[in-house]
């Protein structure tokens, strides 16, 4: 959460390129395209990522005035999971095991057997469950070019910015102070001299 309501913390991102010609049509299809998939106990997969409509994490279908706020693109990035705990799977696994060898007079099963078998577990465990859910917004200034983004975990920003580029296709690039002088605008002379700062120490590490 965040852009509404909630922590003022985000991370920056600067967007690189231009807008195409046709954004609010095509940008409109890449959300669609890109958009959360609700999980299911039988699916392969056991997380799914997609856009959601901000502040709205059920809403799934997001048209241009869900999303264009003025000029800001608003969207939530939603990532569900299913955990199923390691202990709990084990345990039933090992039961199932017992009760298929006994109702199929087996003393030993096969590898692919045993495949099947920790599968059909696994998956009448999600059947007891929710998957966990994440929701991450974003806020897009079109005029400026900076992305804000609700996060400051590595692994969540890295998924965002390969999933917000594939979205979208343009290149972003987290914001640091090289990046700040860059888009800010400065000379060349003043981005090579920033090149050789180092840090300064302002307590005495004597005392």
Not at 35 to 55: A, H, I, N, Q, R
Not at 56 to 68: F, S
Not at 116 to 133: H, N, T
Request: hydrophobic letters at 40%; glycine letters at 4%.
């Amino acid at each position: 959460m965040g852009a509404i309501s909630g922590t003022l913390s985000y991370k920056v991102f600067y967007v690189q390129g231009e807008l195409p010609a046709d954004w609010q049509d095509s940008f409109v299809q890449a959300v669609e395209k890109h958009g959360f998939e609700e999980l299911e106990p039988d699916d392969d997969d056991d997380d799914s990522v997609g856009w959601v409509v901000v502040d709205r994490p059920l809403q799934t279908q997001i048209d241009l005035h869900a999303m264009l706020f003025d000029h800001f693109i608003n969207l939530s990035l939603r990532q569900d999971r299913y955990a199923v705990p390691s202990g709990l799977l084990n345990a039933h696994f090992e039961e199932a095991v017992r009760e298929y060898m006994l109702e199929n007079n087996k003393r030993k099963l096969s590898k692919f057997e045993k495949e099947d078998i920790k599968e059909m577990v696994k998956r009448r465990l999600k059947e007891k469950q929710y998957p966990r859910m994440r929701i991450t917004d974003m806020s897009w200034d079109i005029q400026r070019g900076q992305v804000r983004f609700w996060s400051h975990s590595n692994k969540t920003c890295e998924l965002f910015q390969g999933f917000f580029e594939d979205t979208f296709g343009l290149q972003i690039l987290p914001a640091n102070p090289y990046i700040n002088a860059v888009e800010a605008g400065l000379t060349e002379d003043d981005i090579e001299a920033l090149k050789m700062v180092e840090p300064s120490i302002f307590v005495d590490e004597t005392i």
